[in-house]
């Protein structure tokens, strides 16, 4: 059975037909617009594109926003003014019609489930997503379901405070694990070292012309592929903040694998060694339990449409509770 997933995200919205086994079918990408009526508008224009190569019964969209516990209610999106308490399924099944059901589903949920169904975390039961991009991500999977919590909102381990009184945070605390392994933070560490040891950072000085605002995450691993050392430093530092991170995640849910996905992780081994050291260390009872896997993504930016897609044909098959 085929459903059809969409990813809304802050600069485009992609969306395709996906099968059982996670293939994608009649790729769809517009640009998002700003109004809540014209995003709408464009997603059902992408369903009327696919409708006619294959049997869509359902849509699942990942939404770069809290979603409400009832799966189609956006409570807020930093993003997006727009989607605050926003009925987003009612809106769309209203717009698509032929009794088409749509499910809604926080984007890093649903990159999470794309990669525990068809990437990185295939054959799992118990796996952590966690998304280093610009920010950090997550997604919690505990005996094959995904953890949504008591009120959506459970997956937000980027706002584990690891840092009493640390770093401001978006969010409005302080000390969040999302300003200490995130690529902001990556360029944070980078600027940092360059201006202790500037003759250590020559090429990521000369890539950002000596000027922090210029600063952005690919100049720190080009510099570190290109032999500066502080460039490596920070990516060392990264790691073991991710590392520190998936040890107090395991210490919670003991999960057999982490996912590492995001922009940032796609530099694999410079991030994820570091990790994978800093871990075992931080790890309690690190010498007489089994360790997780540490792996990097394999569903890259298609996780989103293929993982919203899977859970949608769990509400066609009214499996969802
Ligand atoms: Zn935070």
């Known amino acids: 059975m085929e459903t059809l997933g969409i990813d809304i995200g802050g600069t485009k919205i992609a969306g395709g037909i996906c099968d059982e086994k996670g293939n994608i079918r009649c790729l769809q990408r517009v640009p998002t617009p700003e109004d809540a009526a014209d995003i709408n508008a464009a997603v059902a224009d992408i369903y009327r594109r696919c409708k006619g190569e294959g049997d869509i019964r359902a849509i699942g969209i990942s939404a770069a926003g809290n979603i409400a516990s009832d799966r189609r209610t956006v409570s807020f999106a930093a993003n997006l003014p ?14 698509v019609g032929d009794g088409v059901k749509v499910i809604v589903e926080n984007d890093a949920n649903a990159a999470g489930w794309g990669e525990y169904r068809f990437g990185a975390g295939r054959g799992t039961h ?22 949504r919590g008591g009120f959506g909102m459970a997956g937000e381990i980027g706002h584990i405070v690891m840092v009493p ?19 902001s933070a990556l360029e944070r560490f ?37 032999g500066d050392p502080t460039a490596n430093e920070a ?54 339990r089994q360790h997780p896997s540490i792996l990097e993504a394999r569903a890259g930016g298609k996780a989103g449409i293929i993982g919203a897609a899977d859970l949608a044909r769990d509400i066609d098959l009214a499996r969802v509770d």
Request: with cysteine; proline share 3%; glycine share 12%.
């Open 235 to 288: 990516f060392n530092l990264l790691g073991e903040w991710l590392g520190r991170l998936m040890a107090n995640l395991s210490a919670v849910l003991d999960p057999e694998a982490f996912v590492i996905g995001g922009g940032v992780a796609e530099v694999g081994g410079m991030l994820l060694d570091p990790a994978r050291a800093a871990f075992s260390r931080y790890l309690q009872a690190s010498m007489y």
């Open 165 to 183: 009184d640390g770093e401001a945070c978006g969010c409005g605390l302080f000390g969040c694990a999302e300003q200490y392994a995130s690529g």
């Open 82 to 95: 727009a989607w605050h308490q926003y009925p987003l399924a009612d809106a769309i099944e209203d717009l």
């Open 126 to 147: 118990n796996m952590v997503m966690i998304t280093v991009g610009t920010g950090v991500g997550g997604a919690i999977i505990v005996n094959d379901r995904l953890v």
């Open 190 to 226: 980078a600027w940092s070292a360059a201006r202790r040891q500037p003759n250590q950072s020559e090429h990521l000085l000369e890539a950002c012309e000596y000027d922090r605002s210029k600063l952005i995450g690919p100049m720190v691993r080009d510099a570190a592929q290109q």
